[in-house]
């Protein structure tokens, strides 16, 4: 059974860095794409971020480039994502999200995400 | 980037109707296009890809159509877990990006 964990989220004043984590298991970790996938209280979907299986390939929403960094650490199954100059509009939780092999761009797999209030 | 629109927002339903979403893109995403489904405070749940191919953990009452720019999910025989928000997203291009979501409430 395919499992993300995600973890490292709390509160963190306008201009903060935060660094979020998100274990897998149950599946070959370093042949998968990943991505990042945030939701605003009481508000939609939105992606922002994806990194190839081997972590050379990366994409950023224009709404964080600049300021997030995501990356993996494929000896410890474990997705990053460094959030810095954080703003209150980054509010949100934050899901990582696997993708399949055969379907770039789709996400079928979810952890269960992880919470960040950016507020002074 | 491609928007998705998602109509309605909200829609009551009982138990045993047929639900209609309607999700049009502002430029053609050919099939690339998948519904989602979510639930209060739980992470959403992969229903449908490719327009209208079911996750294999998907019961038949759902089912999706549409190509090009405007696709539907139909729910028939809506049943109490059924009640939910659910999401459409385009695939074709990056960035990713999601319908604004439709609350089906009872």
């Known amino acids: 059974e395919v499992q993300l964990l995600e973890s490292g989220g709390g509160l963190v004043q306008p201009g903060g860095s935060l660094r979020l984590s998100c274990v897998g298991s149950?599946?070959?970790?370093?042949?998968?794409?990943l991505n990042w996938v945030r939701q605003a209280p009481g508000k939609g979907l939105e992606w922002i971020s994806i990194?190839?299986?081997?972590?050379?390939?990366?994409s950023y929403a224009e709404s964080v480039k600049g300021r997030f960094t995501i990356s993996r650490d494929n000896s410890k199954n474990t997705l990053f994502l460094q959030m810095d100059i954080l703003r209150a509009e980054d509010t949100a939780v934050y899901f990582c999200?696997?993708?399949?092999?055969?379907?770039?761009?789709?996400?079928?797999?979810w952890g269960q995400g992880t919470l960040v209030t950016v507020s002074s | 980037d491609i928007q998705m629109t998602q109509s309605p927002s909200t829609l009551s339903a009982s138990v045993g109707d047929r639900v209609t979403i309607t999700c049009r893109a502002s430029?053609?995403?050919?099939?690339?296009l998948a519904w989602y489904q979510q639930k209060p405070g739980r992470a959403p749940k992969l229903l449908i890809h490719?327009?209208?191919t079911l996750q294999s953990d998907v019961p038949s009452r759902f089912s999706g159509s549409g190509s090009e720019t405007d696709f539907t999910l139909t729910i028939i025989n809506m049943q109490p877990d059924d009640f939910a928000t659910y999401y459409c997203?385009?695939?074709?291009?990056?960035?990713?990006?999601f319908g604004g979501g439709t609350r089906v409430e009872i």
């Open positions: 999200a696997k993708r399949p092999l055969e379907a770039a761009g789709l996400l079928d797999s």
């Open positions: 149950g599946f070959t970790f370093d042949t998968h794409a």
């Open positions: 990194i190839s299986g081997s972590g050379d390939a990366t």
């Open positions: 430029e053609s995403v050919r099939t690339w």
């Open positions: 490719k327009v209208s």
């Open positions: 997203q385009q695939y074709n291009s990056y960035p990713l990006t």
